[in-house]
């Protein structure tokens, strides 16, 4: 009998112990540095924000949050080092809706999203805006139009890469108003804002933020901005939609995820805390001010929001013709 009791007690200790282990966990993690993955490179919307998060994520958590850019395959190399890291919740991934647009693509991938990855949350949005270089003396959706039929077989568009957003955006737009356009498929945002403000390259697809400070400079010309609503930072800037196309709501949006099967207590403490970050009022104005909408969405949200962009990527693709490179 006493050695029944001293086995009874030791499974309930046991079990205590189990359920105490998540609580436990949620208040020691993190106990080391963390390290968040952008799969795309410096200065884009993605970039931006994970450098904005990362430091105000430190100072809350008492350790370094380090942002690594591992670029590449349209960002499926930054996404297929973190499905392959441990799932301890200190290896993230901050991703756009780029992944999603892949998928719709038919991008063929080594992982799959839903079931590979660990969907904590929606953080923000910012539009995509089509721009032109001063020189080709175009201010509208209007003017580009009559520019092209004017001028059948010179003009050629720059994006931030084949597949992306950006991409699907301006195809679009092609389709609705048969604007004869080149795609130029730059590796990320930041090249191809460099190659149409030197003048390089006459017209691009871009995301809205990184076009605004030239945009106000007088160095890129706004045609029109992939929205329901205009831009807080380019007030000025007509919406597409403004301009006839509708609908044509085309906003980028940014996720953390993280490796598949994170301890559900790592995860919910990285949705409070960075609910906490994007809450505080000065967080919002560097974001703003980055052109950054920040949105704090759950892993339900980000699940549901992926499954129906890779419709609606899918139903584009085809489409437009759109084809991976």
């Given at each position: 009998?006493?050695?029944?009791?001293?086995?009874?007690k030791?499974?309930?200790?046991?079990l205590?112990?189990?359920?105490l282990?998540?609580?436990?966990?949620?208040?020691?993690?993190p106990?080391?540095?963390?390290?968040?993955?952008?799969?795309?490179?410096?200065?884009?919307?993605a970039?931006?924000l994970?450098?904005q998060?990362?430091?105000?994520?430190?100072?809350?958590?008492?350790?370094?949050?380090?942002?690594?850019?591992?670029t590449?395959?349209?960002?499926?190399?930054?996404?297929?080092?973190?499905?392959?890291?441990?799932?301890d919740?200190?290896?993230?991934?901050?991703?756009?809706?780029?992944?999603?647009?892949?998928?719709?693509?038919?991008?063929k991938?080594?992982?799959?999203?839903?079931?590979?990855?660990?969907?904590?949350?929606l953080?923000?949005?910012t539009?995509?805006?089509l721009?032109?270089?001063?020189?080709?003396?175009?201010?509208?959706?209007?003017?580009l139009?009559?520019?092209?039929?004017a001028?059948?077989?010179?003009?050629?568009y720059?994006?931030?890469?084949?597949?992306?957003?950006?991409?699907?955006?301006?195809?679009?737009?092609?389709?609705?108003?048969?604007?004869?356009?080149?795609?130029?498929g730059?590796?990320g945002?930041?090249?191809?804002?460099?190659?149409?403000v030197?003048?390089?390259?006459?017209?691009?697809?871009?995301?809205?933020n990184?076009a605004?400070?030239y945009?106000?400079s007088g160095?890129?010309?706004?045609?029109?901005?992939?929205?329901?609503?205009?831009?807080?930072?380019?007030?000025?800037?007509l919406?597409?939609?403004?301009?006839?196309l509708?609908?044509?709501?085309?906003?980028?949006?940014?996720?953390?995820?993280?490796?598949?099967?994170?301890?559900?207590?790592v995860?919910?403490?990285?949705v409070?805390?960075?609910?906490?970050?994007?809450?505080?009022p000065?967080?919002?104005?560097?974001?703003s001010?980055?052109?950054?909408?920040?949105?704090?969405?759950?892993?339900?949200?980000?699940v549901k929001?992926?499954?129906?962009?890779?419709?609606?990527?899918?139903?584009l693709?085809?489409?437009a013709?759109?084809?991976?490179?």
């Open positions: 009998m006493k050695t029944l009791n001293a086995i009874l030791t499974c309930c200790i046991a205590a112990c189990h359920a282990a998540p609580a436990a966990l949620a208040q020691t993690w106990a080391k540095s963390v390290r968040i993955i952008v799969p795309y490179g410096t200065g884009g919307g970039d931006i994970a450098r998060l990362g430091a105000s994520l430190q100072q809350a958590w008492g350790q370094g949050v380090a942002v690594e850019n591992r590449g395959a349209s960002g499926n190399i930054g996404s297929e080092a973190v499905v392959h890291a441990p799932a919740g200190y290896t993230l991934l901050l991703q756009n809706s780029t992944m999603v647009a892949n998928m719709g693509l038919g991008v991938v080594n992982y799959d999203p839903e079931k590979d990855l660990t969907p904590i949350m953080l923000g949005t539009p995509i805006a721009v032109a270089h001063p020189s080709l003396n175009v201010k509208n959706l209007k003017e139009q009559d520019y092209a039929k001028n059948p077989g010179k003009l050629s720059g994006s931030c890469g084949v597949g992306t957003p950006m991409h699907f955006v301006m195809e679009l737009v092609k389709q609705k108003t048969s604007l004869d356009a080149v795609h130029a730059y590796k945002c930041a090249p191809v804002v460099q190659d149409v030197g003048g390089q390259i006459p017209l691009a697809i871009m995301s809205a990184l605004a400070p945009a106000k160095r890129l010309q706004v045609i029109g901005v992939a929205s329901q609503k205009r831009y807080s930072l380019l007030p000025d800037a919406t597409l939609e403004e301009q006839g509708k609908p044509l709501d085309f906003s980028t949006w940014f996720a953390l995820m993280g490796p598949a099967k994170m301890p559900p207590a995860v919910a403490k990285i409070a805390d960075v609910q906490k970050v994007l809450a505080d000065a967080v919002q104005s560097r974001l001010n980055a052109g950054v909408e920040s949105y704090a969405g759950n892993g339900a949200a980000l929001l992926i499954r129906s962009d890779k419709l609606r990527y899918e139903q693709a085809k489409a013709n759109i084809k991976p490179e």
